[in-house]
């Protein structure tokens, strides 16, 4: 019973790990968009600079984005992602892979048939920069 709790537990502090990185990386991105609608001069130095990984840790939606453009022939599931990223080293908790794999999907940066993920077209992106120019106006 106690290792059902604890379980559960773990799952849940993940997924809020997984938002509090979400939210992190949204708000560098309107810092980044700010930067350029603003003129600023420090933006391509802003947009330059690669994020830097936390010490130990893999950089998990660099990783996901990454493997589901290699598969994007055959589309890959949450269990089938982390499997292909552990034959290469890499271990990725399946609950915050699945939790991330949705998030892209509501982002618009993955498509979902129902049983794998795929990038999605072009067109279906949205334009982060292009919604906040249409907002201001």
Do not use: F, W
Not at 9 to 15: G, K, M, P, T, Y
Not at 42 to 55: D, E, H, I
Not at 102 to 109: I, N, W, Y
């Amino acid at each position: 019973m106690n290792k059902i709790v604890a379980d559960r537990l773990r799952a849940e502090l993940e997924r809020i790990e997984a938002q509090i990185e979400a939210l992190t990386n949204e708000a560098k991105g309107l810092r980044r968009a700010m930067a350029l609608v603003e003129g600023d001069s420090a933006a391509p130095a802003v947009l330059a600079s690669p994020s830097q990984p936390k010490k130990g840790r893999v950089p998990i939606k660099d990783t996901v984005i990454s493997l589901v453009m290699e598969n994007k022939a055959t589309g890959l599931n949450a269990a089938t992602l982390v499997s292909v990223a552990a034959a290469r080293g890499i271990e990725l908790d399946r609950a915050s892979v699945s939790s991330l794999l949705s998030r892209l999907k509501k982002d618009g940066v993955l498509e979902y048939d129902g049983n794998v993920y795929r990038p999605a077209a072009p067109s279906a992106r949205p334009n982060p920069v292009a919604q906040l120019t249409r907002a201001a106006a």
